[in-house]
């Protein structure tokens, strides 16, 4: 772990091979032919796994209806700026799989091994984002936290990374993550936002419409912006 100033960077974060899990992933039962396979793969690439991650603590200003300040850096989000209000803190962080798993897996051709990587690759992302929350919660007690995410919902747009980028210095490329010109992170395997202590609850699933969204985590709410979040600036969740 790397500590400075209000940002911690932690480079170890732990990750444990749930071969159960990871079979669920891969739609392959206990008695598939693949298995076997499968789990000596993951095995030895799970060795190879170095997942990262880093936090910091930000000051948090409300500058308009729908604009917030952090550490001095505006962000445009009337859902963002509603979910702060009150707050005087707000925790940005940026987690990875990590670029050691990531460059291995750019190095397979098989479209099977390809499929059994991605899969791999994105354990190792949660593993890293669930150990870096606990490593937050241990050193600042935020109590009940949520999260957002730059591009997750349209009031946030994608195109705000760079502004999130800016909070963590070169802290970013310590744990090899990069952004590029569309403001996609490499590794793609790879999640940014922002922490922040909630008393009501908050999932950026509530404001999206998406029916077939694989990672769905709760109900879409079609009346909770309207009723939460609008207007002035009504931009929506969608």
């Known amino acids: 772990m ?14 444990v091979l749930d071969e159960g899990t990871l079979l669920q992933r891969l739609h392959l039962t206990a008695d598939s032919v693949f298995v076997e396979e499968a789990l000596r793969f993951a095995r030895e690439a799970a060795a190879l796994a170095r997942p990262k991650g880093l936090y910091k603590v930000s000051a948090v200003e409300p500058a308009g209806d729908d604009t917030v300040l952090l550490d001095g850096i505006l962000f445009t989000s009337r859902i963002l700026r509603v979910n702060l209000d009150g707050r005087h803190r707000a925790f940005p962080f940026l987690a990875t799989c990590g670029r050691e798993l990531d460059d291995w897996g750019r190095a ?16 190792a ?14 050193k600042y007690q935020p109590g009940e936290q949520a999260a957002m995410n730059p591009g997750s919902l349209r009031d946030w747009p994608i ?12 802290g970013a ?3 090899g993550v990069t952004l590029n010109d569309s403001f ?27 029916e ?11 009346h909770l912006f309207e009723r939460r979040y609008g207007p002035p600036g009504a931009n929506g969740g969608h």
Not at 2 to 15: H, I, R
Not at 159 to 170: K, T, V, W
Not at 196 to 210: A, E, I, K, S
Not at 212 to 222: L, M, W
Request: charged fraction near 20%; aromatic fraction near 8%.
């Open 2 to 15: 790397v500590q400075k100033d209000s940002l911690t960077v932690v480079d170890n974060l732990p990750f």
């Open 108 to 123: 397979l051709e098989d479209p099977m091994e390809l499929f059994w990587a991605d899969a791999l690759k994105e354990l």
């Open 125 to 138: 992302l949660e593993a890293a984002a669930q150990a870096l929350g606990a490593h937050l919660a241990g």
């Open 159 to 170: 195109h705000e990374q760079r502004a999130l980028f800016s909070l963590f210095g070169d």
């Open 173 to 175: 490329a310590a744990i």
């Open 184 to 210: 996609l992170m490499s590794p793609v395997k790879s999640i940014s936002g922002l922490w922040f202590q909630t008393d009501v609850g908050f999932v950026n699933c509530q404001l999206c419409p998406r």
């Open 212 to 222: 077939e969204c694989p990672n769905r985590r709760i109900p879409h709410d079609p």
